[in-house]
């Protein structure tokens, strides 16, 4: 049997920060590169003291945003919100996005010290562990998989639902932020922000003047993220787009998804807390928490499930690491069943 596989279109952008080559087209399309190969769109180095040099990876089958973010001094770096491949028709895992983010590292002589995930995505399978196993063999030490401390409510709720064994849990993340704790990218300064409401365990991180919010704030033309998922509340999410609007109008707010509307060709990694204050549909000035309850509540009960909800959750529980296989040497994944008649 062979399997055609889609075409793995991956958008990369470079953004040196404090460049002044920032470029966008016209506010708010962003520049990208677009292609199959890896290219970085700015390569020139100016950086500013205590912020990152960014790069952003879009994997576009699930629209997700991957970041790597990195110390120019010590080419210490981070990886944000990785995707690895699943191709729900021929049940295949693959690695060319995660394969993506370890070639740009390298060609960047970055040192990864950190996989971050922002909260347990359900949308999308996490190559965290894959990365880890990857860099564990090239560089001189292991990178340590870091998650907020609240996801053990998820493992505990997901995990009793697939009957996920919890050895295979229990022990796969190497590091549970606390509230606010802050961290070391090399010499850079790292914050983990508590940011609930579309999922519990749900963190951002700040680095110098950028937030990657993960799925709080999308961009100004997509709005927020969706609020149904179990532990998931409206109210918070709310209070979670405070904590960041309150911040200083020019940190950007990288985002962990982009659906782009019919209006706008290109995904954008980022907007600014100015950006996002005057345009984004929302939650700009004006609208009160009233007003955004109802709405997200009332877009929450359109929404579908999401596509690879069940194979997202029970690997991404597990941080990527695949299920043991059985005694017949199988690995498998529950997929439950809707049955919309009673004869059964
Ligand atoms: N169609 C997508 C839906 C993805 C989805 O539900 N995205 C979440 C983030 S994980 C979201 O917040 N969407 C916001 C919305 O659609 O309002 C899929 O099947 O994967
Ligand atoms: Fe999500």
């Given at each position: ?314 690997i991404n529980i597990r941080a ?12 498998l994944l529950h997929t439950p ?8």
């Amino acid at each position: 049997m062979s399997i055609v596989w889609p075409r793995f279109d991956i958008r990369i952008l470079t953004l040196p920060s404090g460049s002044a080559r920032v470029a966008r087209l016209p506010n708010p399309v962003f520049r990208a590169e677009v292609g199959n190969s890896q290219r970085a769109l700015s390569s020139s180095k100016v950086s500013t003291p205590g912020e990152p040099s960014i790069h952003s990876v879009f994997e576009k089958v699930t629209g997700t945003w991957q970041y790597i973010i990195a110390d120019p001094e010590t080419k210490t770096a981070a990886i944000i919100d990785s995707v690895l491949d699943y191709d729900p028709v021929g049940l295949a895992i693959t690695t060319r996005s995660a394969d993506g983010l370890l070639d740009l590292a390298k060609k960047n002589g970055y040192k990864i010290d950190w996989i971050l995930e922002t909260h347990a995505h359900a949308d999308h399978l996490t190559a965290a562990a894959y990365l880890q196993r990857q860099l564990e063999k090239t560089q001189s030490h292991r990178p340590q998989i870091g998650i907020g401390k609240r996801i053990n409510q998820v493992q505990e709720n997901f995990g009793a639902k697939y009957k996920v064994p919890k050895k295979e849990y229990e022990p796969v993340f190497d590091k549970l932020f606390d509230d606010d704790e802050v961290f070391e990218i090399g010499n850079l300064k790292a914050m983990a922000i508590h940011l609930p409401g579309h999922t519990p365990d749900h963190l951002g991180y700040k680095v110098g003047d950028n937030v990657f919010c993960g799925d709080t704030v999308f961009n100004a033309d997509v709005g927020t993220a969706r609020c149904d998922f179990p532990g998931g509340s409206v109210e918070s999410l709310w209070e979670s787009t405070r904590k960041l609007l309150k911040m200083p109008d020019n940190v950007k707010i990288w985002t962990g998804h982009d659906y782009p509307p019919d209006n706008r060709a290109e995904p954008m990694p980022f907007m600014t807390v100015k950006e996002h204050k005057e345009q984004n549909k929302h939650i700009k000035e004006g609208t009160t928490k009233d007003d955004f309850v109802t709405m997200r509540t009332e877009r929450d009960a359109s929404l579908k499930a999401p596509r690879l909800l069940h194979q997202s959750l029970q690997i991404n529980i597990r941080a990527g690491h695949l299920p043991q296989p059985n005694e017949a040497g199988t690995r498998l994944l529950h997929t439950p069943l809707k049955l919309n008649t009673e004869s059964f």
